[in-house]
């Protein structure tokens, strides 16, 4: 087994994360073209949104079972900060993106939704220790 191999088996998440990821392109998707249209959201995508936050609730559980049993992440301070702003992301682009008219509350919403995949990438390379863009 390669050192990255090793590295990528010990995210306790990889499911949840997997579909968090998804579910949030999609979620991305879905609200651009509303945003594209000019229209403003339905209350399906805000449903879509809480979709998208329990997964992210499932991840943290997943995590934090993987932490209680033992399996830490690399840098606990910074993947808790990466964390919060993941948990964070789903319901303030729906808080912010209900109280914006036309296309840009749908903006504001893929907007979101584009970072949480990135979100969830950057809890698994501080979860393991690999290094991102450019690092050692």
Do not use: H, K
Not at 26 to 41: F, G, I, M, N
């Amino acid at each position: 087994m390669t050192s990255s191999a090793l590295a990528a088996s010990d995210w306790p998440a990889s499911l949840p994360g997997n579909v968090v990821i998804v579910l949030a392109l999609v979620l991305a998707l879905v609200a651009a073209v509303y945003a594209a249209l000019s229209r403003r959201l339905p209350v399906w995508v805000y449903a879509l949104v809480g979709v998208v936050e329990v997964a992210v609730v499932w991840l943290t559980v997943a995590c934090a079972v993987a932490w209680a049993g033992g399996t830490a992440p690399a840098d606990p301070v910074v993947f808790l900060a990466y964390l919060a702003v993941t948990l964070a992301a789903a319901p303030g682009a729906a808080w912010w993106g209900a109280a914006e008219p036309g296309r840009w509350g749908g903006g504001v919403v893929a907007v979101a939704a584009l970072v949480v995949p990135v979100l969830v990438l950057r809890l698994e390379q501080v979860w393991t220790g690999t290094p991102g863009v450019g690092g050692g």
